[in-house]
């Protein structure tokens, strides 16, 4: 599965490169991303048993290509708080989609309009997770939100895309609202099947990537 998701993203952008409109060289681009991140938890299932996932080493893998793509002048490494630990790859597939969304959006969109945010953008994945309950908070100190933001209506089509996941796929709840202090704070919460295994590892703050955390 994996060598076959690899080589749509690799047609894929080929005929990006073969395009000279902007719009559609850019729709293309997040094809790419999003075939990717359902590439990378293929990858991980491929060396893991009984399709239970170490969701921290996707989570790693989906922000470094988030940070990849994303604007010059955007420069942050997403910060992750938590772990996620085991997830059965039934969770993990959707939930990584959601993740690269979301990092991508605050990279895109709340960051890369902030004029400061190579010197000190933040960005924050922060995890909690219990035997029933799994609840991941993506935020930033961008620009926030428009005023007249509204979730249901909204015509991004990246928002549009993890709603889908979250509540209809996953059976969670997604609220994106602004941060206390500047920026946006969304906040998925999602509910585990009885025996979900737990990771047994600590839980440091560490950056998603090879790059150093904001200071």
Known sequence: ???????????????SRRLDEPKARAALDEAVRRVGSIATVHETLSHAPEEIVDFDDVAERVAAMAGEVSAAEARVKPV?????????????????????ELLQNALQHGLAQCPDAG?????????DRSQERLTVIVQDNGVGLP??????STTSLGLQIVRTLVVSELGGRLEVKPRAGGG??????LPL?????L???????RPLGPAEPPG
Do not use: H, M, Y
């Open 80 to 100: 992750l708080l938590g772990r996620f630990g085991l997830l059965p790859s039934a969770v993990a597939t959707p939930l990584a989609l959601v993740l690269a």
């Open 199 to 205: 990771s047994a590892r600590a839980a440091p703050i």
């Open 193 to 197: 099947a009885a025996g979900t295994p």
């Open 1 to 15: 599965v994996k060598n076959n998701l690899q080589t749509v993203a690799a047609l894929l952008r080929l005929q």
């Open 147 to 152: 005023r007249e933001f509204d979730l249901d």
């Open 119 to 127: 010197l000190d953008g933040q960005l924050e994945v922060c995890v």
């Open 184 to 189: 946006t704070k969304a906040v998925v919460d």
